[in-house]
């Protein structure tokens, strides 16, 4: 595709559920980042990866949070145990290698009850 | 840590006016710096950036520069239009390219006509 594509794009949880949010990169991206953003507030790391290596999750906030990237183009961000504090924008982003500019997708809106 | 601050909002301008949102950061090293736009329903698009001391990034009207001296990468537009309504984030990569971007909060501005 021509960009950076997520879905679903909006998702009710109850809290205590399970949720699975995807990425689909830019074609030929190999870097994808996963960010999270609070209402009012800027986006913040979450994780990184490099083909299908997790090279950085020093963002990720609790040990709930996991995501895999198994064969170097999607990447799903699963969020066990949902909390009300979990409720964001959650962006993915893909860039190619040695290159500053990350582009994001629209980003999936996570609203825990 | 590394971080950004930028002026609170939400700004309101009428059209054709002066705009300036300012952004000062804090790095340990030689941080690239960018602005992001946000506009309504849309994902987050990189409006301009600059990689070292003295570079001035521009698209759209829009400039800011790179200021080593006064860690500052101030945003500015000559005459605003009502198109340019939307939140501006600016942010740094700090050192190799391939890393994580590190946001400010958002300045959210209004153009009226």
């Known amino acids: 595709g021509a960009g950076v594509s997520q879905s679903p794009r909006y998702k009710v949880a109850k809290r205590g559920q399970d949720v699975a949010l995807r990425c689909d990169p830019i074609?030929?991206?190999?870097?994808l980042f996963w960010y999270q953003q609070a209402l009012g507030q800027g986006p913040e790391f979450l994780t990184y990866?490099?083909?299908?290596?997790?090279?950085?999750k020093s963002g990720l906030p609790s040990d709930r949070f996991f995501a895999e990237r198994p064969e170097g183009s999607v990447s799903t961000l699963k969020i066990q145990r949902t909390q009300q504090e979990d409720s964001a924008v959650y962006l993915c982003?893909?860039?190619?290698?040695?290159?500053?500019?990350?582009?994001f997708g629209p980003g999936t809106r996570l609203t825990v009850l | 840590g590394d971080s950004v601050t930028q002026m609170e909002g939400p700004v309101t301008l009428s059209e054709e006016a002066f705009l300036t949102i300012n952004c000062t950061y804090t790095?340990?090293?030689?941080?690239?710096l960018f602005w992001y736009v946000q506009y309504p329903g849309e994902g987050l698009q990189l409006l301009l950036k600059?990689?070292?001391?003295?570079d001035k990034g521009s698209n759209k009207g829009f400039e800011a520069t790179y200021r080593k001296e006064t860690t500052s990468f101030h945003l500015e537009k000559g005459s605003v239009q009502v198109s340019d309504s939307a939140v501006y984030f600016c942010?740094?990569?700090?050192?190799?390219?391939?890393?994580?971007?590190?946001f400010g909060k958002g300045t959210r501005l209004h153009i009226l006509p």
């Open positions: 600059a990689t070292k001391a003295d």
């Open positions: 990866f490099q083909n299908e290596a997790q090279l950085d």
């Open positions: 790095a340990t090293g030689y941080p690239s």
């Open positions: 074609s030929g991206h190999v870097s």
């Open positions: 942010a740094l990569i700090e050192g190799h390219r391939d890393d994580k971007i590190i």
């Open positions: 982003a893909s860039s190619s290698p040695g290159m500053d500019t990350q582009y």
